[in-house]
């Protein structure tokens, strides 16, 4: 027996020891390998999910087309409305187009009407003033060819007017210390029993018409046109005639080259 035989810390290794660290060699191995296989296992599913990742872009892809095709849609949408909206707009403007010029052609056609009633109405008008001027110089023709109206009347017509030369100019006035020109007009016919119209318009048609260049004593003269004139006088020979001009100058006698008249009527 050795000397150290008695010594635990020499002892000669016991069989239990070797099959403790086979054991634990093949325990470490085990859990070795299980440390791979669980590396392995978390490799393979930390790279699953990059498998997962290749798929993706068929995946993006489709939805894409999906996103692209809705948003045509809606594009095409909005493109329909847009149309359909111009459409109706240009269909409300041509509407409210037609509706103004209808309107416009009843205003004109209302004032066509009332303008024909007016046309109408004057012309009936003129037609009664005709009527009543006819009238009148039936009168006035018949006072005419009564045998006092001879050179003597017409004598004493125009001593009347030379008897009124000088007095007022008065709008209105008959006489017989004022008159205005159809009021000397008249006041000097009616020394004769002859009725003339009161103002020059009418006094302009009360007689038969006659040339200036042929006018006798006793013509009624007038200035404007024949039914709208604004002055008369009454010729009394030598190429003068007398008649109330205006307020400055009152009754005057005046040579028809002073202020030549426009026409002429024989009423005597």
């Known amino acids: 027996m050795s000397l150290t035989a008695h010594i635990p810390s020499h002892r000669k290794p016991r069989r239990n020891a070797s099959v403790w660290a086979l054991r634990s060699g093949v325990a470490g191995g085990v859990l070795s390998t299980l440390a791979v296989a669980a590396t392995s296992g978390s490799v393979s599913n930390a ?3 990059a498998g997962q990742t290749v798929e993706m872009p068929t995946i993006t892809e489709s939805l894409a087309d999906g996103v692209a095709q809705s948003t ?17 707009t240009v269909a409300r403007t041509a509407e409210k187009a037609a509706e103004k010029a209808k309107a416009t052609a009843e205003r004109r056609a209302e004032a066509e009407q009332k303008a024909e009633a007016a046309r109408e109405a004057a012309e009936a008008e003129k037609a009664r003033e005709r009527a009543s001027r006819s009238s009148e110089r039936t009168v006035l023709n018949t006072a005419a060819e009564a045998p006092s109206a001879a050179t003597g009347s017409t004598a004493s017509l125009v001593s009347f007017l030379k008897a009124q030369v000088g007095k007022a100019y008065v709008s209105g006035a008959t006489g017989p210390s004022a008159y205005d020109c159809s009021g000397l007009t008249g006041a000097a016919f009616r020394t004769m029993g002859v009725e003339l119209p009161r103002v020059s318009q009418e006094q302009s048609t009360a007689g038969t018409e006659v040339p200036v260049d042929s006018v ?52 005597l």
């Open 47 to 49: 790279a699953e999910p």
């Open 72 to 88: 045509a849609a809606t594009q095409q949408a909005a493109l329909d409305h847009e149309v359909q909206y111009q459409q109706d």
């Open 216 to 267: 006798q004593v006793g013509d009624l003269l007038y200035w404007g046109s024949a039914g709208s004139a604004y002055h008369v006088a009454v010729y009394i020979g030598d190429g003068k005639y007398i008649g109330a001009q205006n307020s400055s100058t009152g009754v005057v006698e005046r040579t028809m080259d002073w202020d030549r008249p426009t026409g002429a009527v024989r009423v």
